[in-house]
């Protein structure tokens, strides 16, 4: 009998061993992670290499709308004990106006952007999580339906600015509910809806987009705790590729009042700038950038490279040079150091149809009070409701330090024909002249004659100028609010 008990618990363990054995994955390979690309084409010089440590990293040139590429893993996870995407983004993002990285959480190996909205057996169902610098977006699909956008500051502090910046996805089952979490930080929204696409399992893949940076990579570190690259043969770059060099550029000059943002007037800068729902391309009879709306949300993003970030509590004026023959609401959208999120940075202005000449958006950069600090990126917003075949131009993009205007000659129209002939008022000299009792009030005429003594008419001119130049200013920066 001691025998047989010691042969069955011997079969006992040899059993437990094999059962071991058979369900433990394989090491990750190298061979199993595809590139998936954006439906207009992969981005240029898109290759997969291999990290020193085992990690595998993505690097290409060119961004969204242009085309994009993500990398995935080709065989389907078992979601039971949930999965686990460590991430580090190389590419310093801090000079794009546009940021996000994309999780995937897929039943089918491809793009998530390549679907066709969920209709038919080759599209993808699922989850994509967008990270922005400062807010974080989920999607559903079918039907790549928003799920919804907050803020970091509902899920943690991390500002996901810079150069190597380095972040960890978790998909978890939970009592039957399905959740995301960002670096330990739980979202709240249960994805259970999704979990019967899941049933031969989950393909994990990440992507990213930094508009206007053309070189553009990053390292997946760890999936389901495994280096992913912990198998199949080593992968390298292209012989001779380069990280292409970003250029600073020339510095704002110190204590300039003004400086100008964006050159529309250059050819090859307009032919630089990338946007959406509209055409971009510059226009020689108007030596301006022409912007065709082709959809309800056009844009044009303004690149900011780090040696033309400026502090908006210095400069708080936008001038933009117009032209079109539409009337609509336009937007211009920000990011700063502190609120790097353009969900939260945005101002909107009035546009006024020009009938053919050119005329000037003065905006007051003010009336959003995440106006602070340092700023990073810019955006023009030609009209929030825009319709297809719209057309806007513009010439430059100027930002400025607020200054009072000054009363000028022009201002004094109106209290001047009260006037007696030789009585003038000189609204250039800002010294305030006090009369004692008893003594005539005068003004100054540039000469020792023709002096009046009428304190009434001079106090009603004096009057009349300040109303008039309140007016001017009142037209030219509406509701200017001081920074306390």
């Not at 090491?27 to 020193?52: C, F, K, M, R, Y």
């Not at 909205?117 to 977006?137: C, K, Q, V, W």
């Not at 039907?143 to 803020?151: A, E, Q, R, Y």
């Not at 330990?184 to 930094?210: C, H, I, P, R």
Request: net charge negative; hydrophobic share 35%.
């Amino acid at each position: 009998m001691k025998n047989i008990s010691r042969l069955l618990v011997a079969i006992m363990i040899v059993s437990l061993f094999v059962s071991a054995f058979a369900t433990a994955p394989a090491a990750l390979s190298s061979e199993d992670w595809i590139i998936v690309n954006h439906p207009s084409g992969t981005p240029n010089n898109a290759q997969i290499s291999t990290t020193e440590d085992g990690g595998i990293r993505l690097s290409h040139e060119g961004h969204y709308p242009s085309s994009n590429a993500g990398l995935m893993y080709n065989k389907p996870l078992d979601l039971k004990n949930g999965i686990s995407m460590n991430v580090t983004v190389e590419t310093d993002n801090s000079a794009s106006s546009d940021v996000w990285y994309g999780v995937m959480f897929l039943d089918k190996p491809v793009y998530f952007d390549a679907m066709t909205g969920g209709n038919s057996d080759e599209d993808a169902h699922g989850i994509i999580a967008l990270t922005r610098p400062g807010s974080f977006s989920w999607w559903t699909f079918p039907g790549f339906s928003n799920v919804k956008t907050v803020p970091f500051t509902e899920l943690g502090d991390k500002e996901y600015y810079g150069e190597g910046v380095n972040m960890t996805y978790d998909l978890k089952l939970e009592d039957g509910s399905l959740f995301v979490y960002v670096d330990d930080n739980k979202v709240d929204y249960d994805f259970k809806d999704v979990l019967g696409y899941f049933d031969e399992g989950v393909y994990a893949g990440f992507s990213m987009s930094m508009t206007e940076l053309e070189y553009q990579s990053f390292v997946i570190n760890y999936l389901n705790g495994e280096k992913p690259a912990s198998e199949g043969p080593a992968m390298t770059a292209k012989d001779g590729e380069t990280k292409p060099v970003v250029e600073e550029g020339q510095n704002i000059p110190e204590g300039a009042k003004s400086f100008v943002l964006a050159d529309f007037t250059d050819p090859e800068y307009v032919a630089s700038l990338t946007g959406n729902d509209c055409k971009i391309s510059f226009d020689e009879a108007e030596n301006a950038m022409k912007v065709e709306v082709t959809g309800g949300d056009p844009y044009v993003n303004i690149p900011v490279t780090k040696g033309w970030y400026f502090d908006g509590i210095d400069y708080t004026v936008a001038r933009l040079a117009y032209k079109t023959d539409v009337d609509c609401i336009g937007e211009f959208y920000f990011t700063t150091k502190e609120v790097p999120s353009m969900a939260l940075c945005n101002v909107t202005y009035p546009v006024d149809a020009t009938n053919g000449e050119w005329s000037e958006i003065i905006q007051d950069m003010d009336d959003s009070s995440n106006w602070l600090g340092q700023v990073r990126s810019f955006r023009i917003d030609p009209n929030q409701g825009g319709e297809a075949g719209e057309v806007f131009y513009y010439k430059t993009l100027t930002i400025e330090v607020y200054e009072e205007e000054e009363t000028t000659a022009r201002d004094t129209t109106k209290a001047d024909e009260s006037k007696e002939d030789d009585t003038t008022v000189n609204t250039a000299n800002n010294t305030e002249n006090t009369a004692e009792p008893g003594k005539d009030v005068t003004t100054n005429t540039g000469s020792e004659t023709g002096k009046k003594s009428n304190t009434g008419l001079i106090i009603g001119i004096i009057a009349g100028v300040v109303v008039v130049a309140a007016a001017v200013a009142g037209v030219v920066i509406v509701g200017k609010k001081k920074k306390k």
